[in-house]
């Protein structure tokens, strides 16, 4: 952080102006529930002037940061100024920025502006989420573009010298039918579900009182019990597929991957919302194939990178890492190679399979936690608290229990693939992580009570990128520790020498 007085404004650049058409709009928006609030509850006594008066503050706040925010890059860093009555002054070092997000929400698009995120991949948990990254919310999108070339590349690139991009991957049409295998649209079911259900309850709204939903349910009374099962489930499924399609079309239309001659991957997406995210292949360190059980049903994954300084998120594409969305997994596989610039994906080589133990691990957690969840419900029964048909349901779920555990221990593996160390786990979201082991930082070995008694480790790669580091569950120890020598070479010597002595 520097605190010494800006130099000369003529070197300096400001938001577009524009953005005073847009934020004055977005802020009074923001403060409706104030001042609406105020108005209902004010009722004649005064209260009405104190929402105005808010409403007013946020919007001359809000002009304020505009009017007054400056930018500039100069002596090796990016610094960036703004504020009226308390004066902020920030300056980031260019050789400590990672990303450059662009952004063009639809209100920057109305007036073809764009919101540019500089972002140094360091998070402190004392500091607070968003102070590794500089957000500049109002720019031109041709000043976005050269802002992103600049800051990423440290030089200027006019349109009339720029080199033409190498086209990687494109998004298909086709690729829409994997939408409503991933899921999203459930999840969006499950959020409007329970903000309904919880602004009913704070209400004393009971659904069965109200008229709609008191007539369907008194014409459910005289209907057979799976007749109304199948209808709701058929329902539920429709609704789910629509949400999906649609949330799909909206975040990864017009996606494109290309690569530049400067080495750096461009990533293009969205429709409505559009979103530019650039990731430098020095800093890349993998690729990582995730194959929810349902999308894997039905012959899809995604492809996200695993690279210093993406910020991670949840789903991996809000983290910025996104290289392919759901699509075919042969594409997925030829897409992660051209990435990497190999002649095959890594991932798909054939895995070292772990030792049975490990099925019996999976099998014992599967098992044990469905038998676990019938024993609480079959208690809360026993004194009359909750109906006996539920743990009897739970029961019922032990067979597929064992075929998740069964298919978890199928998924186990591991292999050192020239300068790749691929590990694979997981079920119901089963992920294939390839890295390159020039990228690893150490090694973690780790057993637990369990595991010793089972003759198993866990072998832990750390690396500076993605989750900072992957792990090789439940590997036999002499075969671990030898894929660990492997893939750190001489790290794990001197304990391997000091532990044969013994």
Do not use: C
């Amino acid at each position: 952080m520097s605190t010494e007085a800006p130099p000369d404004p003529g070197d300096w650049h400001r938001l577009d102006r524009r953005m005073l058409l847009i934020r004055p709009v977005l802020d009074v928006v923001k403060s409706l529930p104030v001042l609406i609030g105020t108005v209902l509850l004010g009722r004649g006594n005064g209260w009405e002037w104190f929402g105005l008066g808010v409403t007013a503050l946020t919007v001359m706040v809000g002009v304020s940061h505009v009017l007054t925010s400056r930018y500039r890059i100069a002596d090796g860093q990016v610094e960036w100024t703004t504020g009226l009555l308390l004066r902020k002054h920030r300056a980031i070092p260019l050789d400590r920025i990672r990303t450059v997000d662009v952004t063009s929400e639809p209100k920057h698009r109305l007036f073809s502006l764009s919101a540019v995120r500089i972002g140094t991949g360091r998070h402190s948990a004392v500091q607070g989420a968003g102070d590794d990254q500089l957000v500049l919310d109002a720019v031109s999108q041709a000043e976005a573009h050269r802002l992103r070339t600049v800051l990423l590349h440290r030089k200027e690139i006019t349109e009339t010298t720029r080199p033409p991009e190498q086209v990687v991957a494109e998004v298909d049409r086709k690729w829409v039918r994997y939408a409503p295998f991933t899921l999203s649209g459930l999840a969006v079911v499950g959020a409007v579900f329970a903000a309904v259900w919880h602004f009913a309850h704070q209400l004393d709204i009971a659904p069965e009182n109200v008229g709609p939903l008191r007539d369907l349910l008194d014409g459910l009374a005289d209907t057979a019990l799976w007749l109304v099962v199948v209808v709701a489930a058929a329902g539920l499924l429709v609704v789910v597929s629509l949400l999906s399609v649609g949330g799909y079309v909206l975040s990864f239309w017009n996606f494109k991957l290309t690569r530049e001659s400067e080495g750096t991957l461009h990533v293009r997406r969205g429709l409505i919302t559009t979103r530019s995210v650039s990731i430098e292949e020095e800093r890349l360190r993998g690729v990582e194939v995730k194959e929810p059980l349902p999308l894997r049903i039905a012959g899809g994954a995604r492809l996200t990178a695993i690279a210093g300084g993406l910020r991670e998120g949840k789903g991996g594409d809000k983290g910025g890492g996104l290289l392919l969305p759901p699509a075919p997994v042969g594409r997925v596989h030829e897409v992660a190679a051209e990435v990497l610039r190999e002649n095959f994906d890594p991932a798909t080589v054939p895995l070292n399979r772990h030792p049975r133990r490990a099925l019996t691990r999976r099998l014992t957690r599967a098992i044990g936690g469905v038998l676990l969840l019938a024993a609480a419900l079959f208690g809360l029964a026993w004194i009359d608290f909750l109906p006996s048909w539920m743990w009897q349901v739970a029961l019922g779920l032990v067979p597929f229990a064992a075929l998740v555990g069964w298919d978890r221990y199928r998924n186990l593996g591991h292999a050192i693939v020239g300068r790749y160390l691929v590990s694979r786990s997981g079920s119901l979201a089963r992920a294939t992580v390839a890295i390159r082991r020039e990228g690893v930082t150490g090694i973690v070995v780790s057993r637990s009570f369990f595991q010793r008694r089972a003759g198993l480790i866990t072998v832990t790669a750390p690396i500076a990128a993605g989750r900072g580091g992957y792990q090789v569950v439940d590997v036999g120890k002499s075969a671990g520790l030898a894929m660990a020598e492997r893939a750190a070479p001489g790290l794990l010597t001197p304990f391997l020498r000091r532990d044969a002595q013994r």
